[in-house]
């Protein structure tokens, strides 16, 4: 009798037909989200098109975002392939959606080597998102460029910020601000800058330096809540025999670097690591994220569209998350 009843109590098992309709009804609301012609605002942070929406969340003020791309020259990415580019874009967009006007922008503070074009071709790709280029250099009046030569200048820009975003919010307190953030800040360079210092000095001396910028960028994110650092790394396909050798100790330590651990594996079992940079530096930069997000083609998996010339469809994939809300989200991005 006991046997009877349980098994009239059971559930109906899932079937993979069920996942499947599932899964449909999903793809038609990512096209519905991605047919929309500008981006909207997320209430945690910045929803861009296309994605899952519980990727607003990783954009939040407060915090430190990593971001490691493929197919980067001279520490960036091509402004149409540059999550970040797209982040700020998204956030100039929305907010001049939600109330026009200069006073209403985030204030963007952009830490580039001096040989980047990072402005240019953010307005490029504002241009390409509203069609229009005159409207695009009005959003660009809030962005502010700051370039340095090594490490010591990425130091003294980010004290620079760090002094402008105190003011910002003396001259903001006790108002009603309706945007999700006031600041965001992007460090471009970071890696092959450390690693430079490293290879003229030595290891000891460049992670001190690495270890007290990252306390600063990290202090520069919590000083207010409304701020958003977001630090762009190189990072690179490993091979399956370079993994191998690094077991072996094959390689020499300097030639070493931090593995990421992605979802995604190659065909030949190739994975992710960060590039130019040792191993410890990377670790210590590591330290002072609060997450980790990479860009990738699936490591092969994706399969680019010949129609589309010069297009890529992106994996977007959160690799770390100090909170564990968000690690192991991906989605993929599609790029008009």
């Not at 929803?47 to 430190?64: E, N």
């Not at 797209?86 to 109330?99: K, P, Q």
């Not at 074009?117 to 009005?138: C, G, K, R, Y």
Request: hydrophobic fraction near 40%; charge should be negative.
């Amino acid at each position: 009798m006991t046997e009877q009843a349980d098994s009239g109590t059971m559930l109906e098992p899932i079937k993979a037909s069920m996942l499947l309709e599932l899964e449909g009804e999903r793809s038609l609301d990512r096209q519905a989200a991605s047919s929309h012609s500008l981006p909207v605002a997320h209430p945690n942070g910045i929803f861009l098109p296309g994605l899952d929406k519980r990727f607003g969340s990783v954009w939040a003020g407060g915090h430190v975002v990593g971001v490691g791309s493929l197919g980067e020259v001279d520490g960036a990415t091509p402004g149409k392939r540059s999550l970040p580019l797209h982040v700020l874009a998204t956030a100039l967009l929305s907010s001049n959606a939600r109330a026009p006007g200069p006073d209403t922008l985030p204030n963007i503070y952009i830490i580039a080597p001096h040989a980047l074009q990072t402005v240019p071709m953010l307005h490029a790709l504002l241009a390409n998102m509203i069609s229009d280029s005159q409207a695009a250099i009005e959003l660009l009046k809030t962005v502010r460029l700051l370039q340095y030569f090594d490490l010591a200048g990425i130091a003294e820009s980010v004290a620079e910020v760090s002094d402008n975003v105190y003011r910002d919010s003396q001259k903001h307190e006790g108002r009603c601000e309706t945007g999700p953030f006031r600041n965001i800040v992007l460090v471009q360079g970071i890696c092959p800058t450390v690693y430079a210092t490293y290879r003229r000095s030595n290891l000891l001396q460049a992670n001190a330096l690495l270890a007290s910028l990252g306390r600063n960028i990290t202090q520069l994110s919590r000083s207010s809540g409304d701020t958003l650092v977001i630090v762009e790394l190189l990072v690179e396909m490993e091979e399956a025999d370079d993994m191998q050798q690094k077991q072996d100790a094959v390689r020499p330590r300097t030639a070493r670097s931090m593995a990421l651990d992605p979802s995604f594996l190659g065909p030949m079992g190739e994975t992710l690591r960060v590039a130019s940079c040792h191993e410890t530096l990377a670790k210590t930069l590591a330290a002072s994220l609060d997450r980790v997000v990479a860009v990738h083609d699936g490591l092969g998996r994706i399969t680019s569209d010949k129609s589309r010339k010069g297009s890529q469809d992106l994996v977007i994939e959160v690799i770390k998350d100090r909170s564990g809300t968000l690690t192991g989200l991906w989605g993929v991005l599609k790029e008009a």
